[in-house]
């Protein structure tokens, strides 16, 4: 509602927003009442598992799976019978993120520990992403193992894909200097085109071919002798890092070789606008993280103007003047240093999943037409090379013979790992297609809500919507309790009549129940508006609408956080209707639909229920009532203070009395019925 409308949207970084973060979709969540014991018995458990006897790991899905000697492991350990239970469903859940967070996730790389805190490292931009957090219990089962406190976990009260939020925009737009590989996705998912803009100025940057070792060891001792050859002869140099842990390894190496270097990451991201307006000086070294890729602009030479801020703070003074003035012809004179030198030269460590991140790092270099070079060294051990493509190039390897320490730059070798890349981009491109098909299934369900949502917060009288309600939750009632086909013996008119009561608070006379079906839907709906008429008369219509507003959003928004909690859990075991040769998105989509409506029916139920049962409190009422109102469950509404500056001589309280009855016993209404069949029914 804070949102003026979505005519047009013009995105920054486009590829970045639309693709790279779009496998996860964006969630607005709110604290559930758990217990967090449990993550930490079970994360004592976790580290006395061995990989490949009690669990195996598929890297490239990202994913864990408990053996049938670790399934039994772990009903020893924690004194469970059988782990697939349905009444262990839960513990097993837990027990698959603990060891997810354990064998998957890795400190200084997908996440930092800082200030007695779990932060998620972007893998994109490698920054820390403070207030975000991994759902379903993983970030718990991450804080358990680092020993940190562990946050309550949350409960989805809202989420939506990135694909879907965009979509929303009449119009959209965006540019980047990395789009051109994914044409294809922006225009499936989009429908948008991608137009390539030449540069400004000629590009003159000499992008030499990879450089591939055997081991991380050997790759990263020849990083470091070119980096200390770059150093001598003055050229700047920017080493980009696929992690933290990376960077802060050659970091080390470099420290020990005394070589003078910055180091850029998400531990270290206060000074970034200082070490990337430095990082073109002559003999420069900067060791980056994926910070250093996205719309940062190396400037040759050095920046004058940072160069004169970060010696005087006040940047309209007279010194500050005097100053940069000073600094303009030093760092002219370094900029024909660094020229002379080649200009700035990108060393890149390991190649990203997506080409698109490489290209970005590259771009850092030769920029308005300056010269510049670029060269990425490998491993067979790096991530990439070790899951999508290593075993073409190890065979190669293997019959060139080569020794330790060997290097291969050939463009076949290029190729292959181009080829690799392809195939990462193909798997990401599938999840992130496949989340948008279930999220179309929950985004008409989202836009019938919040459009729903959205009239009641525009409407000032619902009391049409009221009777709608009424009407449908009357002739549902009728049709659960009375079959026109049956014979009127076998109909529960009992039920019926109580049921009525439940909801409306009162009976219905018993000569409504004597007619056909027909006359007994139109006989109890007369009934049910002329309660209706009636608390208008007790609570005034100007109070009973702002009741109705308050009610009716309060029921939605609950019911709907409920809905969302179901989604979640149906889409989590759909997949396995596969194997009943069955397509999970079908049976989502017809399961969806079914919970959609049962949801809409509760509300409606709820909604009129909750209005027919409300008791006024009066204000000197209302400390005594407080705890009691606390126990009743959903909540209070206040009636403002009219305009006149008088106080408020009311307040009304939903009020829900729970009577201490055993299910099994007769129940209190006086029915004649046990608890549970009767009012405990509702």
């Not at 005034?540 to 609950?558: H, N, P, V, W, Y």
Request: negative net charge; glycine residues 8%; hydrophobic residues 35%.
């Amino acid at each position: 509602m804070v949102q003026r409308g979505h005519s047009f949207a013009i995105v920054d970084e486009v590829d970045s927003i639309l693709i790279d973060e779009a496998r996860t979709p964006l969630i607005i969540s709110g604290p559930a009442e758990e217990s967090t014991d449990k993550y930490y018995s079970i994360n004592v458990i976790i580290p006395r598992l061995r990989r490949d006897l009690h669990f195996s790991i598929d890297e490239k899905a990202r994913s864990a799976v408990l053996t049938e000697e670790g399934v039994e492991r772990v009903e020893k350990l924690l004194g469970v019978e059988n782990l697939y239970d349905p009444g262990n469903i839960e513990i097993n859940h837990h027990v698959q993120q603990a060891l997810k967070a354990h064998a998957l996730f890795r400190r200084d790389v997908d996440y930092v520990v800082k200030d007695n805190q779990v932060i998620i490292v972007d893998e994109f931009t490698g920054r820390l992403m403070p207030g975000r957090r991994y759902s379903d219990g993983l970030h718990q089962a991450l804080e358990a193992k680092e020993g940190v406190r562990i946050e309550s976990e949350n409960q989805t009260l809202a989420s939506i894909t990135f694909q879907n939020y965009f979509r929303m925009y009449e119009k959209l737009a965006g540019m980047t200097g990395t789009a051109d590989t994914e044409a294809a996705e922006f225009k499936k998912i989009y429908n948008l085109d991608v137009m390539v803009i030449p540069t400004n100025m000629p590009m003159i940057r000499a992008d030499h071919s990879d450089v591939i070792y055997r081991t991380k060891k050997e790759k990263y001792i020849a990083v470091v002798e070119e980096i200390a050859d770059c150093h001598h002869r003055g050229q700047p140099v920017l080493v980009g890092t696929t992690s933290i842990e990376n960077s802060e390894l050659l970091s080390r190496m470099l420290k020990r070789e005394g070589i003078p270097h910055h180091v850029l990451n998400a531990k270290h991201h206060e000074r970034e606008a200082e070490i990337v307006a430095q990082a073109g000086r002559s003999g420069a070294v900067t060791i980056a993280t994926n910070m250093a890729g996205r719309g940062t602009d190396i400037v040759l030479g050095g920046n004058p103007a940072f160069m004169a801020r970060s010696r005087v703070a006040q940047a309209d003074s007279d010194e500050y003047r005097e100053t940069l003035a000073q600094m303009r012809p030093l760092c002219d004179e370094d900029r024909k240093t660094v020229l002379e030198a080649g200009g700035l030269h990108i060393l890149g460590t390991e190649r990203h999943e997506s080409r698109r991140i490489d290209n970005q790092l590259r771009g850092r270099s030769g920029r308005q037409g300056d010269p510049g070079s670029s060269r990425f060294y490998l491993s067979l051990e790096d991530d990439l090379m070790r899951i999508f493509g290593s075993e073409r190039i190890s065979g190669l390897m293997e019959r060139l013979g080569m020794t330790e320490g060997q290097e291969i730059e050939n463009r076949m070798v290029t190729k292959a790992i181009e080829n690799a890349q392809k195939r990462v981009e193909a798997h990401n491109f599938d999840i992130r297609k496949h989340l948008l098909e279930y999220d179309d299934v929950m985004n008409m369900q989202r836009e019938s809500v919040y459009g729903q949502r959205r009239e009641i917060l525009s409407t000032e009288d619902l009391s049409e919507w009221v009777d709608e309600m009424i009407q449908e939750t009357v002739h549902e009632m009728v049709q659960t309790y009375v079959d026109p086909k049956a014979h009127r013996d076998e109909w529960d008119l009992e039920g019926l009549a109580e049921r009525f009561h439940v909801v409306f608070g009162n009976p219905p006379e018993a000569g409504l129940l004597a007619e056909d079906a027909d006359a007994v839907d139109e006989g109890l709906l007369a009934t049910a508006r002329q309660i209706y008429r009636s608390r208008e008369e007790e609570f005034g219509a100007e109070t009973l609408r702002k009741l109705e507003k308050i009610l009716f959003l309060q029921i939605l928004d609950s019911q709907w956080k409920d809905h969302l909690y179901g989604m979640d859990q149906l889409r989590e075991g759909i997949g396995l209707r596969g194997y009943g040769q069955r397509d999970p998105l079908t049976e989502y989509k017809i399961e969806g639909f079914g919970m959609f409506e049962a949801m809409m029916a509760r509300v409606r139920e709820d909604t009129v229920r909750t209005l027919f049962l409300v008791q006024l409190a009066d204000e000197e009422n209302l400390p005594r009532r407080r705890e009691q109102r606390f126990s009743m469950g959903r909540g209070a509404v206040a009636a403002s203070p009219s305009q006149g500056g008088e106080p408020a001589r009311q307040q009304t309280t939903v009020k829900r009395e729970t009577p201490k009855v055993g299910r099994n016993e007769p129940c209190p209404c006086g029915s004649g019925r046990k608890y549970k069949k009767c009012c405990g029914a509702a």
